[in-house]
Every structure is written in structure tokens, then in C-alpha cells.
């Protein structure tokens, strides 16, 4: 008999290959998120024995096989038992099967027939030969069937309990215990009061066996089992989707704080509710030491279509608008190109072919860096970005972990500045991270076991001075450093910010790119960004500042350290490595950036105004400073050049005068001229600046020219008030109005427009 049992167990070898288990995405503190079925729509989650509650297994084995430890796969006492009751009572009272039997029939379903039976006794002889008793448990508990599509002992009491199977009560433990014996009858979802019945029935046979006492069993049976949904775990979809799309089947631990992420979810399905019926809202929360993202909502309401409540507004690409600023001027505080303080320009401006506009479409003049992020002016920004080039900016972002994408594969280019470019809220909350951890991004983390992945973006003192800037200007009461942008025609609105050692982000639109016209950043994301950060972080003080960073008293327009006779406006600046760069006098390094602000002037003794040179009349050396060129329309008359700069003492030689300065005009056209224009053609007038120093800067109706040069060449299209404006290098400035009228409508002395600087 041996010998024909070895055969057969040669020829018909048996394993415990499990069956490919289902996917389970668990929060940090190891609560169920969302669970996902197999291939065939099974729910079956994989786990040890020691993660299973002592009572379930105590409940088990005593009411399945008490002698399961004992005996070598099949209990001859239950089979005779079994038999003499089915002979007696002409039923099957009980089926005399071990444990093991039971794991053979999962692992090879016979049958139930007489032979089936006997080999089911043949296969629980051989797992028993070749398996301890621990595998053929752990094979039972992960694949029993516990009614419809529910396998295993894990997904059962998640499923119906709402509880992990190691937390099992003595009542919940009997209840798992019973039910595969017969799922459909027992389930509780659906007949609670047989699957109670069941369990009470356990519940006491583990008292007559002495495993539990009589208190502990009517404490067991006094708790009802009641009918439940069979509910699914929906809690952070989105992440759990992208988990499991990425992970093998199983248990997949992500780093997600249950109660924030419940709190958050709440919250912004009310917040979206508020706005629009098809607006989305997307939030991540993320440790900036550690990387691993506390919070992820992905979408407004998951459940919600006319919200397009599946698509992943975490990942998806969109313009950041002006998310990038606080980057750019960064990496210039790091090049030595700039302090908080530097006087930057905020005119009409024309870079190029590229000429940027405020969000609010005016202009304030002269401008700090530090209110020039603050207030997330767009030039100024962009006359940054210029110096620090935007191509090395971009690959900075991308060498930091940024997920970038540029329209039609184009070259980067200044409009990167405004939201020229595409990325997501993944890796907005990433570069901001680099505030609150040294200049250094982390990569966000969703799996416990995913290792950090910090990046260089910023030196600390350069990371500091932005997050000092961002903070002292927020209107929040948590001390948080927050960056606003919207996108081009109001299809995005984000906030990111720092507080707390954690590194938030917002973003709130319609995910099919429709205009939320009248929501931007400020009105629409900064409020759910700081009801968040109420709900779950506490006030968080600055760090402290890095010994890099040192404070300076610097004067306007030099930037240079405060003197009393080259100061009009002082200001106290954050200083990196100890390095004050001068104020940038024109916009690009062709147009002579690097002329200074510091002029030397000769000046005559008795009459105080200018020497040429050449000249021999008594004078001695005076120093004066200068404002940029294309401030001049902005500053008090006072601070003007062509007021800073007395005449040339007309006693010098005409020909030396002329050499330093000619009188500033515009040439070509007169005050109040008015030009006929045919209405089948076009009108053309050129105009040219003469005297003054080059380069030139030219306004037409307060629009900056593309050239520098002397001279400007307008086309004329119908009636049309004009207004010529040009400056040169010192701030000279000249102007000319004047209109043009159909040649069927001649001017009369009280037909021509008023003039008006209004646009200044």
C-alpha cells in the first residue's frame, strides 16, 4: 500500500501554488483604501498567518478539525463518524473532511462522488507528505470561498466587516470561521439572520470544547450581525488606481495619512460644488524632508462624470501660469545677478519679438524683486528670466525632477516665465519643496517602501530669501510661503506653498481646458489651499537663516550699498554670498547692461553746468546717479534724468557741445499735425530721433517699439489719434501727437482728438 501510494504521489505530484491574489492599496497606518479584483473579477487578498487575529484561527481549527495538528491529512474517526450518521439519518449530517481535505478540493476540485472523495483523501495524504501545517492553513485562509466573488479570510472581513482580519472580535472571528461552509446561506450581507445562527452555533461549540468560557461566549452572541452593502473601499481612488496599475498583486502599502486624506476629500467635493458643476479640484500634500505624500486627491468627486471625476488632475499636463517665478528669481539670486531688493522695471517692455503684459494690463514703474514676486508682476519676471537665460532655467527645472513639456516641441523661450510651458501638480509641489528643504527637491513617494530622491534646484540661501519673501507677504495666519498662477484665459488656477515641513499644492479647473472665467489663483485656489492647511497643519516659524544670506542696507536707483549723496530711495535687502550686483540700467547685454547707474559729470565753477570735453573753462568732478531709461515716464520729476543732468555751458565751443550732447528731438513730424489718408491706401511716416545717446526707446499709444535705433517707421490705417513718445540712454525724453483722418473727412481746428497721457 505504501509503495502504490509513493507511485502515485510520482506520478501525480502535488504543490500549493497560491492563485494570483487581487490588489489591496492601504493607507500609512495600514487602513484599507481601495481594493481591486483579479483578472476573473475574484476579490482575494493574500496574507500570513501571523496577520490573521489568534481567534479567527482558534475558531477555525477547533470547529473545522480539531485534530488538525495531529493527524496525517485525514482523520479516520470523522470519516466513520460521517458515514455512520449519513446511514443513520439517510443525509449527510457532517462530511468528515480535514482541513486538509479542504485545501486539496480548492487546489484540485474533484467531483463529489465516491471516487472524487478518494482522491481528494489521496491528494490531502500527499500535501501533508510534502507541506507543514502552516502552508496548508495559510493555502485555506487565503482561498476559501466566503460567498460571490470573496476568497480568502482578508478579503472576507474587509468586505463584510469593514475590519482587517487581525482585528477580528471573538463574535466576527466565529462568524469567518462558519461561513465557508456554506457562503451563499451564511453570507451576512444578505441573510444575517442564518449566518447569526451559524455563528452561535460555533461560538458554543467552542465552549463545550473549553476554548472559550460561558462569558466570553454571550458576550460573542449578544452582538448582531447585521445586513451590510458588502462595501467597497473608495477612499483616495485615484492614487489606489495608479498603485495598483503599477504594483503585482497583493498588498501595496502607500504612504497616505487616512484622516487627512478623508478630511481633504470632504472638502474639496464641497469646495468644487461651490464653484461650477463641472469644475475639478486637485490637491497633493507631501512631506518636503521625506517625500512621501500624505494627501492625493486627483480629482473633485470620483464618482462624479459631469466633473470628469476619473481623470488624474495630479499628473495631468497643464500651462503652471506664474508657479514658476519664485525658480527664476532663484537661480538669479544664486548667479550673483540680483538681491531682494533690486530695482527691476515694470514698463512696456519688449524683449525681442516677445513683449509681455501684467495680468492687471498696467504698469507701476520701478519695482523691488521682492514686491515683484509678491505681487507676481509678469515683466519684471521676464527682464529676470532674460539674464539668467531661459534654455539653462529650463534644464535646471527638468534636472530637478520637473515633468516639462513645451508646445510643439519648441525651444524655451521667455514665455516660460508666464506659463509658456506645460507640467502638472506633481511636479509644481516638487520644485517648491526646495523652500522648505534646503534648495533641494524631493521626489514625491506613494509606496512606504519607495526610496528618497532629493535633486539640487536651489543653494539654501537662495531657497530661504524666496520662501522669506513669499511668507512675508502672504495673507495667511499659518506662516505658509505660498505662489500663486493662472493660466492663459483662466483655465487654471494653482497655489503652491510651504508650512510645517510639508509642501502643498492646489489646482482647481475644468479638466477639458474650458475657460473658469473670473477664477484665478489668488480669489479661487489661495482659500482652499489655506482651509487645508487648517485642517490638518499647525503654525510653522521660518527656518533659520542659513549664514549665506546677511542683511544690507541698498540705495535706488545704484542697488549699491546706502550713500547718503547717491541714495533717493533706501531699501533693506537680503544679501547671498556677501554680493551686491548693481541695478541693470537697459534691458539685455547688446543693449549695454553693464553701464552704471554712477555718472561723473565736469561741471563749471561759477555757472554749475556741464563741461564738455575739450572745453577749458574752471570746473571740477561731481558724481551723480542715473535711473534706467525706461523708467523715466514713471519717476518723479525729481528723479528724471533730463533733471539730473544741468546743460552744457553754452561758452564751450559749439562744435564740443555738440559732440557730448545735441538737443533731443524727434524729427520728421510736428505737434498737432494732422495726416489725410486716402481710404484705399495706406499711410507711411517716418520719424527719427535726433541728438540724445542711443539706444532709443520708442512708445507708440504707450506700446514699446521693437527697435533701439534712431529711427521708427509707422504704417497709418484710417482716423486715429497718435502719440509718439522717445527717450534716449539718459532719460531725454521728446514727444509728438497728432491725427489722421480720411481724406472725405478734413480736420477743422475743433475736430482733433484732446490729448491725453492717460495710458501712461
Known amino acids: 500500500m505504501p509503495t502504490l501510494f509513493f507511485c502515485i504521489d510520482l506520478l501525480w505530484p502535488t504543490d500549493l501554488e497560491p492563485r494570483p491574489g487581487s490588489r489591496i492599496v492601504l493607507s500609512a497606518d495600514n487602513q484599507p483604501l481601495r481594493t481591486f479584483a483579479d483578472d476573473q473579477g475574484i476579490w482575494r487578498y493574500p496574507i500570513s498567518l501571523d496577520q490573521v487575529s489568534p481567534l479567527y484561527l482558534e475558531a477555525l481549527v477547533n470547529y473545522e478539525d480539531r485534530y488538525f495538528y495531529h493527524h496525517p491529512g485525514v482523520n479516520p474517526l470523522s470519516l466513520v463518524r460521517a458515514l455512520w450518521q449519513a446511514l443513520k439519518t439517510g443525509e449527510i449530517v457532517s462530511g468528515g473532511s480535514t482541513l486538509t481535505m479542504q485545501v486539496a478540493r480548492l487546489r484540485y476540485p474533484e467531483s463529489r462522488t465516491l471516487w472524487g472523495k478518494v482522491k481528494e483523501i489521496i491528494r490531502a495524504c500527499q500535501?501533508?507528505?510534502?507541506?507543514?501545517?502552516?502552508?496548508?492553513?495559510?493555502?485555506?485562509?487565503n482561498h476559501a470561498p466566503f460567498g460571490g466573488t470573496i476568497e480568502g479570510v482578508q478579503a472576507a472581513a474587509l468586505t463584510y466587516l469593514g475590519y482587517d482580519a487581525k482585528d477580528l472580535t471573538h463574535a466576527q472571528a466565529a462568524l469567518l470561521a462558519v461561513l465557508p461552509q456554506a457562503p451563499t446561506r451564511y453570507r451576512p450581507d444578505r441573510n444575517p439572520t442564518s449566518?447569526?445562527?451559524?455563528?452561535?452555533?460555533?461560538?458554543?461549540?467552542?465552549?463545550?470544547?473549553?476554548?472559550?468560557?460561558?462569558?466570553?461566549?454571550?458576550?460573542?452572541?449578544?452582538?448582531?450581525?447585521?445586513?451590510?452593502p458588502g462595501y467597497r473601499y473608495s477612499i483616495a481612488p485615484i492614487l489606489a488606481r495608479r498603485l495598483a496599475n503599477q504594483s503585482d498583486p497583493g498588498v501595496i502599502h502607500s504612504t497616505i495619512n487616512l484622516a487627512w486624506q478623508q478630511s481633504v476629500e470632504r472638502l474639496v467635493k464641497h469646495y468644487?460644488?461651490?464653484?461650477?458643476?463641472?469644475?475639478?479640484?486637485?490637491?497633493?500634500?507631501?512631506?518636503?524632508?521625506?517625500?512621501?505624500?500624505?494627501?492625493?486627491?486627483g480629482s473633485s468627486d470620483f464618482h462624479d462624470?459631469?466633473?470628469?471625476?476619473?481623470?488624474?488632475?495630479?499628473?495631468?499636463?497643464?500651462?503652471?501660469?506664474?508657479?514658476?517665478?519664485p525658480f527664476i528669481y532663484g537661480m538669479a539670486l544664486d548667479q550673483g545677478l540680483v538681491h531682494s531688493e533690486s530695482l527691476l522695471m515694470n514698463v512696456p517692455l519688449k524683449f525681442a519679438d516677445y513683449q509681455p503684459e501684467n495680468f492687471s494690463g498696467g504698469f507701476t514703474g520701478p519695482e523691488s524683486l521682492s514686491h515683484s514676486l509678491a505681487a507676481s508682476l509678469n515683466v519684471p519676471a521676464v527682464q529676470v528670466l532674460e539674464r539668467v537665460g531661459p534654455v539653462p532655467f529650463y534644464l535646471a527645472l527638468q534636472q530637478a525632477g520637473a515633468t516639462l513639456a513645451l508646445p510643439g516641441n519648441e525651444r524655451p523661450s521667455l514665455a516660460?516665465?508666464?506659463?509658456?510651458?506645460?507640467?502638472?501638480?506633481?511636479?509644481?509641489?516638487?520644485?517648491?519643496?526646495?523652500?522648505?528643504?534646503?534648495?533641494?527637491?524631493?521626489?514625491?513617494?506613494?509606496?512606504?517602501?519607495?526610496?528618497?530622491?532629493a535633486k539640487p534646484l536651489l543653494s539654501p540661501g537662495a531657497a530661504w530669501i524666496i520662501r522669506d519673501i513669499l511668507a512675508r507677504h502672504a495673507s495667511n495666519p499659518y506662516g505658509m510661503a505660498i505662489k500663486t498662477g493662472t493660466s492663459?484665459?483662466?483655465?487654471?488656477?494653482?497655489?503652491?506653498?510651504?508650512?510645517?515641513?510639508?509642501?502643498?499644492?492646489?489646482?482647481?479647473?475644468?479638466?477639458?481646458?474650458?475657460p473658469l472665467?473670473?477664477?484665478?489663483?489668488?480669489?479661487?485656489?489661495?482659500?482652499?489651499?489655506?482651509?487645508?492647511?487648517?485642517?490638518?497643519?499647525?503654525?510653522?516659524?521660518?527656518?533659520?537663516?542659513?549664514?549665506?544670506?546677511?542683511q544690507q542696507s541698498v540705495c535706488w536707483p545704484t542697488g549699491q550699498p546706502e550713500k547718503i549723496d547717491l541714495c533717493d530711495e533706501a531699501h533693506d535687502a537680503w544679501i547671498l554670498n556677501q554680493t551686491i550686483p548693481e541695478s541693470w540700467m537697459t534691458l539685455t547685454d547688446q543693449d549695454n547692461s553693464l553701464v552704471s547707474p554712477t555718472v561723473r559729470l565736469r561741471l563749471a565753477l561759477d555757472s554749475g553746468l556741464q563741461v564738455a570735453f575739450g572745453c577749458d573753462l574752471a570746473s571740477n568732478e561731481s558724481t551723480t546717479v542715473l535711473w534706467p531709461a525706461p523708467l523715466q515716464l514713471w519717476l518723479p520729476e525729481a528723479y528724471q534724468n533730463q533733471h539730473r543732468l544741468p546743460v552744457f555751458?553754452?561758452?564751450?565751443?559749439?562744435?564740443?557741445?555738440?559732440?557730448?550732447?545735441?538737443?533731443?528731438?524727434?524729427?520728421?513730424?510736428?505737434?498737432?499735425?494732422?495726416?489725410?489718408?486716402?481710404?484705399?491706401?495706406?499711410?507711411?511716416?517716418?520719424?527719427?530721433?535726433?541728438?540724445?545717446?542711443?539706444?532709443?526707446?520708442?512708445?507708440?499709444?504707450?506700446?514699446?517699439?521693437?527697435?533701439?535705433?534712431?529711427?521708427?517707421?509707422l504704417t497709418i490705417d484710417g482716423e486715429q489719434h497718435y502719440e509718439i513718445i522717445a527717450m534716449d540712454y539718459h532719460g531725454q525724453i521728446d514727444r509728438k501727437q497728432f491725427n489722421t483722418y480720411f481724406s472725405n473727412s478734413p480736420p477743422t481746428d475743433d475736430s482733433r482728438l484732446p490729448i491725453t497721457t492717460d495710458h501712461l
Not at 127 to 141: N, R
Not at 276 to 293: F, P
Not at 313 to 321: H, K, Y
Not at 491 to 513: C, E, F, I, K
Open 127 to 141: 500535501l501533508e507528505l510534502h507541506y507543514s501545517k502552516d502552508d496548508i492553513l495559510t493555502y485555506y485562509i
Open 195 to 228: 449566518a447569526q445562527a451559524a455563528r452561535d452555533k460555533v461560538i458554543q461549540r467552542l465552549v463545550d470544547y473549553q476554548v472559550w468560557d460561558e462569558q466570553i461566549a454571550q458576550d460573542a452572541q449578544s452582538e448582531q450581525v447585521t445586513q451590510s
Open 272 to 297: 468644487a460644488q461651490s464653484i461650477d458643476r463641472h469644475v475639478s479640484v486637485a490637491v497633493l500634500i507631501m512631506n518636503s524632508k521625506t517625500g512621501a505624500v500624505e494627501v492625493y486627491t
Open 305 to 325: 462624470n459631469q466633473r470628469f471625476g476619473q481623470v488624474d488632475m495630479v499628473q495631468a499636463i497643464r500651462s503652471p501660469g506664474s508657479t514658476l517665478k
Open 416 to 453: 516660460i516665465a508666464l506659463g509658456g510651458l506645460g507640467t502638472n501638480l506633481e511636479s509644481l509641489v516638487r520644485l517648491m519643496s526646495a523652500l522648505d528643504n534646503n534648495g533641494t527637491t524631493q521626489k514625491p513617494r506613494f509606496l512606504m517602501e519607495s526610496a528618497q530622491e
Open 488 to 514: 492663459y484665459g483662466f483655465r487654471d488656477s494653482w497655489a503652491v506653498g510651504v508650512v510645517n515641513g510639508y509642501t502643498l499644492g492646489v489646482w482647481v479647473g475644468q479638466p477639458d481646458g474650458t
Open 517 to 550: 472665467t473670473g477664477h484665478y489663483g489668488r480669489q479661487t485656489a489661495v482659500p482652499l489651499l489655506t482651509n487645508v492647511a487648517s485642517r490638518i497643519l499647525g503654525q510653522n516659524p521660518m527656518p533659520a537663516r542659513p549664514a549665506s544670506v546677511t
Open 649 to 713: 555751458d553754452s561758452r564751450c565751443a559749439r562744435q564740443l557741445v555738440a559732440t557730448a550732447r545735441l538737443p533731443f528731438t524727434i524729427a520728421g513730424i510736428n505737434e498737432g499735425d494732422a495726416m489725410v489718408v486716402n481710404e484705399q491706401t495706406q499711410g507711411n511716416i517716418k520719424v527719427r530721433a535726433e541728438g540724445g545717446q542711443p539706444p532709443y526707446y520708442w512708445y507708440v499709444n504707450g506700446a514699446m517699439m521693437p527697435t533701439n535705433g534712431p529711427n521708427l517707421s
